[in-house]
């Protein structure tokens, strides 16, 4: 699985002009799943990206995690990450797992987020989505899973 997170300020995700979620100070968490990918992949990458020390402390080292400061994760499922552009100028997601497989493994995602004890907000899978945020820093990173483990 793959990962693109964005320590935020806030942010929403709306469908169809409804705001369907939101968080404040946290982490907007874009997520893909590809077509090797399992359960064992999500929980790796939920513990990763909940335990990461990305926020500043009083000295303004990164020292704090998503939990330390309270934060909340706003999830949004995005097959486009597994987009292959070394051939032509079409992106190819043969890589990217096929919907039901990743709807699941999104679910999974955010389960184990949730088992942590974050509060999680998401987006609606296979919609059209809008994504509104306000990037602290900006502070952007990728994650990536391969075979239960991060990479």
């Not at 597994?82 to 890589?95: K, L, N």
């Not at 389960?111 to 296979?126: I, K, P, Q, Y």
Request: charged share 25%.
């Amino acid at each position: 699985m793959k990962a693109l997170i964005q320590r935020v300020d806030h942010a929403s995700v709306s469908v169809d002009g409804e705001v369907v979620g939101r968080i404040g100070v946290g982490l907007l968490v874009l997520v893909g799943a590809g077509r090797a990918d399992t359960g064992a992949d999500a929980i790796a990458l939920a513990r990763k990206v909940v335990g990461l020390r990305i926020f500043p402390d009083e000295d303004g080292r990164f020292n704090l995690s998503l939990i330390d400061v309270g934060g909340g994760m706003l999830v949004v499922s995005q097959f486009t990450l597994y987009a292959d552009v070394r051939r032509g100028r079409r992106p190819s997601f043969t890589e990217a797992a096929r919907p039901e497989q990743a709807e699941q493994l999104v679910d999974e995602f955010v389960e184990a987020v949730r088992a942590l004890d974050v509060e999680v907000a998401t987006g609606r899978f296979g919609a059209m989505m809008e994504v509104d945020l306000r990037n602290n820093g900006p502070f952007t990173l990728m994650v990536e899973t391969a075979v239960g483990r991060v990479i």
